[in-house]
């Protein structure tokens, strides 16, 4: 990689939907090539930094986790709306993974032990305050939005996301090496 002026950088960005964050302490792995990585790219939103929104203009997204909940859902087309390119990232994120494991249980079932009680009516209801509004199921990525790649692993290992972050970083599309096609 050669190295970018602040003018030639691209703008990077990483989001966690509904997972565990292991593919984002994977990410941090990278070790010494993040210093390599943050010369060629600003890294615009992301768990690691304190930004609230979503930019316009990202060139390069990284999603871990699942669609599971209304407020995923709105982040993942808010992110394809911004985004120039949108790669799942980690098992949950390509296969909906541990996270849609959910997906065995009616919604009520797995809400049920948030519900309250009205003390005034005795009715029972949904404290949304305490978890949010759930999907139907547990959805991976290109389910919701349209994805340009995909990183497989649980979590990926540092390699397998530098091997795809190079290629995005030079343009290209997402193209493991055959050993980093396989979940695991």
Not at 58 to 83: H, K, P, Q
């Amino acid at each position: 990689m050669n190295k970018a002026g602040p003018k030639d950088k691209i703008r990077f960005a990483t989001v966690w939907l509904g997972g565990c964050s292991g593919c984002h302490m994977s990410f941090l792995d990278l070790d010494e090539r993040l210093v390599e990585l943050a010369g060629a790219a600003e890294l615009v939103f992301s768990p690691f930094v304190d930004t609230k929104e979503f930019p316009e203009g990202v060139d390069v997204t990284l999603v871990e986790g699942a669609v599971t909940n209304r407020a995923n859902l709105a982040m993942a087309e808010r992110v394809r709306e911004r985004s120039r390119m949108v790669v799942s990232l980690g098992d949950c994120a390509v296969t909906g993974n541990v996270t849609s494991l959910r997906n065995l249980f009616p919604t009520e079932a797995v809400l049920a032990p948030f519900r309250a009680e009205d003390g005034r009516s005795g009715k029972a209801f949904l404290d949304y305050t305490s978890v949010p509004e759930l999907l139907p199921r547990a959805l991976p990525l290109h389910q919701v939005i349209p994805v340009d790649g995909y990183i497989p692993g649980c979590p990926p290992d540092a390699d397998r996301i530098w091997e795809a972050v190079r290629a995005l970083l030079r343009g290209e599309p997402v193209a493991l090496a055959e050993s980093m096609r396989t979940f695991g």
